[in-house]
T-cell receptor, first 112, second 112 residues
Framework: DAKTTQPNSMESNEEEPVHLPCNHS???????IHWYRQLPSQGPEYVIH???SNVNNRMASLAIAEDRKSSTLILHRATLRDAAVYYC?????????????FGTGTLLAVQP | AAGVIQSPRHLIKEKRETATLKCYPI?????VYWYQQGPGQDPQFLIS???????DKGSIPDRFSAQQFSDYHSELNMSSLELGDSALYFC???????????FGQGTRLTVV
């Protein structure tokens, strides 16, 4: 499984945008880029995924570099409820299932 | 909307006992994943099922077994419990190989 590298922690202020980076230099052409987050005492929560093009949904945006070796999760206006561990995960596109191999993730702190 | 249901939410067992954890996926979801999250650690993939067949296997001990039933619910059976098995156990479900997986609230297993 291709690996990802994320900063251990980041801080943001409430109502400001947050850019969470992820490096995946060994990504293959058949790997999806997923982002999940885990709030304290809860199960992981799907945030967004993409393959090649940038993606937007109600929670966040995903910006994927042209060479796909890195990506950035963008939270447009951070709230206190966005404080969580954010995981960037690669999964094989086209498999029967999509197991998630969690790395260390980025602990996001949001200050009021 | 219906979510993934796990039972029980909390379980306390003694060493060498057995435990059974249950997972009820979101209606129409045919794929189930099991993850283990030790204290202060990231979730680790254990095993997955698609259409009642095992589809992938991770770092699941031989003392553990799992299956998916005809109604798509899944059970994780754990025997000869050890202190190190104390963890949060998450179940997730998805529709086929769709990238979005939805997690339950987890079962907290404490082995004493």
């Amino acid at each position: 499984d291709a690996k990802t590298t994320q900063p251990n922690s980041m801080e943001s202020n409430e109502e400001e945008p947050v850019h969470l980076p992820c490096n995946h230099s060994t990504i293959s052409g058949t790997d999806y880029i997923h982002w999940y987050r885990q709030l304290p005492s809860q199960g992981p929560e799907y945030v967004i995924h993409g393959l090649t093009s940038n993606v937007n949904n109600r929670m966040a945006s995903l910006a994927i570099a042209e060479d796909r070796k890195s990506s950035t999760l963008i939270l447009h206006r951070a709230t206190l409820r966005d404080a969580a561990v954010y995981y960037c995960i690669l999964t094989f596109y086209g498999g029967a299932t999509n197991k998630l191999i969690f790395g260390t993730g980025t602990l996001l702190a949001v200050q009021p | 909307a219906a979510g993934v249901i796990q039972s029980p939410r909390h379980l306390i067992k003694e060493k060498r006992e057995t435990a059974t954890l249950k997972c009820y996926p979101i209606p129409r979801h045919d794929t189930v994943y099991w993850y283990q999250q030790g204290p202060g650690q990231d979730p680790q993939f254990l095993i997955s099922f698609y259409e009642k067949m095992q589809s992938d296997k991770g770092s699941i001990p031989d003392r553990f077994s799992a299956q998916q039933f005809s109604d798509y619910h899944s059970e994780l059976n754990m025997s000869s419990l050890e202190l190190g098995d104390s963890a949060l156990y998450f179940c997730a479900s998805s529709l086929g190989s769709r990238p979005e997986a939805f997690f339950g609230q987890g079962t907290r297993l404490t082995v004493v």
